[in-house]
């Protein structure tokens, strides 16, 4: 079955700097991968996605790149600030119609002021 | 307001007594899900729905039990919890053709 890996584990910056979280799976029939943002006390809530036939995706400060042939994909938040400290979840799906959703293992991100 | 609502936010209980976590969305989403988080392991899904009467298991299904009688409704039930099933749990929905999730805020359980 599918696995999801997630590095780095922790993660601080300095506000105004970049933040870069990275995730491997292992099943090549994967074609959806999400991100989560979870705050303290909430929810995961999904900040982002891209779909296995676009490389790269953008919404405002937030990017995600998708490498099919090395079975990778990554979070990349510019410009960070102290409300984007949180715990960042990748995750990985064979397919939209399923329901098989594998998670990693999470990244504490801390923005410094 | 559009949400996954779930209940009780909090719960101690005692080894072997039967409990249910209830779970409703209103968003008519045909699938739902029940992920338990713990430190270190990240999300893990113990049962899915893809519709009404339609459930399955997901990676760590052993000891819950679940029902989907209403579109709406995907209640959790632990029918004799062990302390190893202290947790925090989440409820999730989403459309078939969407993928994206909307989680609840989570229950916390300890068993004692």
């Known amino acids: 079955g599918e696995n999801v890996e997630q590095h780095p584990s922790t993660l601080s910056v300095q506000e105004g700097d970049s933040a870069v979280i990275k995730c491997t799976y292992s099943?090549?029939?994967?074609?959806?991968f999400p991100w989560y943002k979870q705050e303290l006390g909430k929810g995961p809530q999904l900040i982002i996605d891209i779909r296995s036939n676009v490389g790269e995706k953008k919404d405002q400060r937030i990017a995600v790149t998708l490498n099919k042939t090395a079975k990778h994909f990554s979070l990349h938040i510019t410009e960070t600030q102290p409300e984007d400290s949180a715990v960042y979840f990748c995750a990985a799906s064979p397919s939209i119609g399923t329901d098989k959703l594998i998670f990693g293992t999470g990244t504490r991100l801390q923005v410094f002021p | 307001e559009a949400q996954v609502t779930q209940n009780p936010r909090y719960l101690i209980t005692v080894t072997g007594k039967k409990l249910t976590v209830t779970c409703s969305q209103n968003?008519?989403?045909?699938?739902m899900s029940w992920y338990r988080q713990d430190p270190g392991l990240g999300l893990r899904q113990i049962y899915y729905?893809?519709?009404?009467?339609?459930?399955d298991k997901g990676d760590v299904p052993e000891g819950y039990k679940v029902s989907r009688k209403e579109k709406r409704n995907f209640p959790l039930i632990l029918e004799s919890p062990s302390p190893n099933q202290t947790s925090l749990y989440f409820c999730a929905s989403s459309y078939r053709e969407d993928g994206g999730y909307t989680f609840g805020s989570g229950t916390r359980l300890t068993v004692v």
């Open positions: 968003m008519n989403h045909e699938y």
């Open positions: 729905s893809m519709n009404v009467e339609v459930t």
């Open positions: 099943d090549s029939a994967s074609n959806y």
